[in-house]
């Protein structure tokens, strides 16, 4: 039997290679059809293929004239506009004749005739009527988007595993998909432990605090696309710890937040190691969010994997998008997601102490030319606010201690 008494403290390296090689190991859900919205953040479950050559015809990038180049190829060249193409014309192609000499005008997103191979774009002619001046030679296939060239039919636009953002939205709506195959959100059960919390309906004694851990795990789960169930508050009790954990792990992942420090009430290892639970690390050189532990147990013929987060609601947060965000790609059959990680020069200089991966909460701004981050002052791992200010946090490698105002910064967006 593997017990909490064995620590297994990773750097924030090893750990997250850790969480990642787990995750890809990890069944996925079951698939299931939903309307194509209703998707958005799953992972698709099937490939998306194309129903017919994109773009089906040669379409015009530019609002211009359809030429033939080499009418255009010395230039001044006076052309005669035989027509017009709009998108959405519903001319054939091959019905439109362009004689030496001639053109049709033609607008972005029409299909190109058959007798042209190329557009000069409207900012290089010149019109008079029926005359119109070319000043600008271009070469044949410009400004024009072969049918089939961004994808042939029955080819793969998207593969099974990716997760569904507006833009593979896009191309089911181009494929005509108003329902796609997506795997179930995995189920996440989150518990949140100690005798000081009072659920957010109740009022709180004055020595009490709201939970409030529980329903930012429950937002991150979500927009993970996980599905969040929520369960009562445990207390710093080991019998009652048990028997929320054995409903915890009805679930797909647990997520346990609170009793992994060393405090003489932090009794949630101790309680997951009489489960026979395998420890595959119980702390993690960072900061905040040093005590966080990861294992798995055995139960109802299934292997469940869980997370105990410490408790302070900078740390819960820190460490669910570290550690257990990668699980919930895994259960839902996709890659994990690399942490989406920016460089910032620094406003202001700061110290910090060496020997943890710090994730100090921060502002990123600046323009496109010069990205800028801004350390957000905070109190510490339990300051709530701090994080609401922030929309990054700066990494601080172990072995650094001093930053001076310029410096490029490592940032983890949120
Ligand atoms: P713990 O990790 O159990 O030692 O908790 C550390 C501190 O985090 C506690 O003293 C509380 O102030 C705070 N905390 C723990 N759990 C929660 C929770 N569910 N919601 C808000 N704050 C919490
Ligand atoms: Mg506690």
């Known amino acids: 039997m593997s017990t909490a008494a064995e620590t297994k403290l990773l750097s924030f390296t090893e750990a997250r290679q850790t969480v990642e090689q ?5 069944c996925a859900t079951q698939p299931e059809m939903l ?25 015009s990038t530019r609002d211009g004239y359809a030429v033939r180049a080499t009418d255009v190829a010395a230039v001044p060249a006076s052309l005669r506009c035989v027509g017009e193409i709009k998108a959405g014309a519903t001319t054939e192609r091959s019905d439109i004749g362009i004689a030496a000499g001639e053109t049709v005008e033609i607008m972005t ?68 998909r108003a329902e796609i195959a997506a795997y179930r ?32 795990l429950a937002a ?30 009805q679930s797909d992942l647990l997520l346990i937040s609170g009793g992994v420090s060393m405090g003489k009430y932090d009794l949630v290892e101790q309680v997951l190691a ?38 302070n609601p900078v740390s819960t947060m820190v460490t669910f998008q570290l550690f257990a965000r990668p699980l919930l790609d895994g259960l839902a059959g996709s890659k994990p997601q690399p942490l989406p990680f920016a460089q910032a020069s620094l406003t202001t200089e700061f110290t910090t102490k060496t020997g943890l991966t710090r994730f100090l909460p921060a502002k990123l701004g ?23 200010r922030a929309n990054c946090y700066i990494v601080v490698p172990p072995d650094r201690e001093r930053f001076a105002a310029g410096e490029a910064v490592t940032v983890l967006r949120f």
């Open 109 to 176: 997103g029409a299909p190109v005739p058959a007798a042209a191979d190329a557009v000069v774009m409207v900012e290089y002619s010149e019109r008079n009527g029926a005359v119109v001046t070319v000043h600008r030679s271009v070469r044949a296939g410009e400004n024009i988007v072969p049918a089939g060239s961004e994808a042939r039919q029955d080819s793969t636009m998207v593969s099974r595993g990716t997760r569904v953002n507006h833009a593979i939205v896009a191309i089911a709506a181009a494929v005509g």
């Open 35 to 59: 309307p194509l919205l209703e998707a958005l953040g799953l992972v698709l479950a099937e490939n998306l293929r194309a129903d017919r050559d994109f773009p089906p015809f040669p379409r």
């Open 366 to 388: 600046g323009t496109h030319e010069r990205p800028e981050v801004e350390l957000v002052r905070w109190q510490g791992s339990g300051d709530l606010m701090a994080v609401s």
């Open 22 to 26: 787990y995750a890809s190991t990890l």
């Open 220 to 249: 991150q789960v979500y927009a993970a696309g996980g599905d969040p169930l929520i369960l009562p508050v445990a207390p710093d009790r080991a019998d009652e710890l048990a028997l929320l954990l054995r409903k915890g792990f």
């Open 185 to 216: 959100r995995p189920r996440v059960a989150v518990l949140a432990t100690g005798d000081e919390l009072v659920d957010i309906n109740l009022p709180p004694g004055p020595n009490e605090i709201r939970n409030s851990n529980s329903y930012s």
């Open 274 to 311: 009489s489960f026979d639970a395998r420890f595959l690390f119980t702390g993690v050189r960072i900061q905040p969010g040093k005590p966080v532990v990861f294992g798995e147990v055995a139960l109802y013929g299934r292997t469940i994997p869980f997370f105990g987060l410490p408790g």
